[in-house]
Structures are given as C-alpha cells and as structure tokens.
C-alpha cells in the first residue's frame, strides 16, 4: 500500500498547486494540514496497533481502535473536533511565532481545519484504495464489479443511444453555456457548467445501475467499462475531498488583513 512519501507527495502537490492558483487564499498552512491529514491522519489507529504489539499491552484496544479510526468517515467523526481545534491552535502559535506564513495574514478557524480534516482523510484513502492489497481492496473489488468480464461484453443498441446522448448533451451544453456572451460572468458560467456536469453524471450513473442492479440477467450498461464504479469512486475520492479544501480557503477580503487570529 502508499506509504507516508506517497501521501505527502500527493497532498502536498495538490495544496501547492491549489495555493499558486488561488494566490494565497489556500495557504500554507492549509497545505500542512491537508497534508498531515492525509499522511498520518488515517495510519493513527495503525501507530496505535503498533505500539501497542511493540508494548506488549493493550493489543485489544489498539486493534479496536486500528479498526475503528482507519475508515474515511470514522475517523472525521471520531477525531474531527479534537483535531480542528488543536490544528487552530496551532495555527495561531504558528503565525504568531513567524514559524509558517499565512500570506493573507490570518490563521486557520476550527471550521476550515475540520474541512481539511476530512479532505485529508479522503485524499488517503485514494491512494489506499487503489494501491492497497494487491488490488484487492473492497472498493476497488466492487469498482471493477462495475464493468462486463463475462467474455466479450455485447454491443447493446440502447446503450450505445443512451450514453449516446447523454455525452452529446454534456458536450453541447457546455458550449452552449460557455458561448460568447457578455452578460455572464465567469463565475456564473463556471457554476452553470457544473451543476450541467452534476446532472448528467446522475443520468449516467442511474443509467449504468439499472443495467448492473434492476435487469434480471444483468447486462453491461457501456460494453465491457466499469464507469458506475470509476464515477463515485471519483467524487468521493476526489472531487470531494478537493471541493472541501476549496470551501476550507480564506475569504478574498483577508487578503490585506494582518494580525487578525479568528477562532
């Protein structure tokens, strides 16, 4: 499975990337605790087992707590409010001390160390579940689950119309919305194309299911691809786990304030 290099790499490039792009508003100290998220935040519950084996005490308990903290979800649920509040803490110290620049002159509040949290954890287990176990992961398992390895997947008439026009209509309207037009701004533009995006993807996604899950015998819903699998793999690996570290940036009016350290 990914080690601690992989997962820095990984987050680190994205939180570095995402800071050139918003020009600070995701700062470095957003790119620490993403990161710090994402390298030991989930590996907790497996420190805990290790130790405990190497202390020869409490095994039970370190692999109850392996079992329960190494989970996306658990572990924010379990450790979210601990960890936002003593990452804020150390935030503040952080600026205060001139050990790590904020750029915009603010620490990081509770609120957006608690979206990082779970970025982080997300983030994780993407490379975890891809990489882990030979590829025998239970995610990865029900993502190929999703495709035709039933010999040679037939070609299916409905299927070819179908995803047909609903590809055709994302490509369309996505131009359409994006044609030269000087009433819309960018924002509005960006906005109507994803929520285009959105829609599309639930179309497809229950396209692909009634196929996989609602026909008796099942057939495969586009030739032999597991696109069921590879879209909500993708937006709660992903997407999510980036659109949180994009709600957790600094509001554009920080920008030029200095000295202030919300709680």
Request: hydrophobic share 45%; with cysteine; net charge neutral.
């Given at each position: ?17 995402l ?10 100290h ?16 497996s ?16 692999s ?27 935030s503040?110290?952080?600026?205060r ?98 929520f ?68």
């Open positions: 499975m990914p080690g601690p290099g992989a997962h820095l790499m990984y987050t680190l490039t994205i939180g570095s990337a800071l050139h792009l918003t020009s600070g508003r995701f700062s470095p957003h790119c620490l605790v993403y990161a710090l998220n994402s390298f030991l935040g989930p590996d907790l519950g420190f805990a087992e290790w130790l405990t084996s190497v202390l020869g005490v409490g095994r039970s308990v370190g109850g707590l392996m079992d329960l903290v190494h989970d996306p979800v658990w572990y924010t649920v379990l450790l979210g409010f601990p960890l936002c509040v003593f990452y804020s803490w150390v503040q110290k952080a600026l001390s001139g050990v790590l620049d904020s750029l915009a002159g603010v620490s990081l509040s509770r609120k957006q160390c608690l979206l990082l949290v779970s970025a982080g954890s997300l983030s994780h287990f993407f490379l975890d579940h891809l990489f882990e176990e030979n590829g025998n992961s239970k995610t990865y398992k029900w993502v190929l689950s999703t495709g035709w390895w039933k010999g040679t997947a037939p070609i299916d008439p409905d299927s070819v119309i179908v995803i047909g026009l609903l590809c055709a209509s994302l490509l369309a309207g996505f131009i359409y919305i994006n044609r030269v037009k000087k009433e819309k701004t960018l924002k509005s533009k960006s906005n109507q194309s994803l285009l995006i959105f829609v599309i993807a639930i179309l497809y996604c229950m396209w692909c299911a009634s196929q996989i899950y609602l026909r008796n015998p099942p057939r495969p819903a586009i030739g032999e691809e597991a696109d069921l699998g590879v879209i909500i793999f993708l937006i709660f690996y992903f997407f999510l786990p980036h659109g949180l570290c994009i709600l957790s940036m600094n509001q554009k009016d920080h920008a030029d304030v200095s000295g202030q350290l919300p709680l």
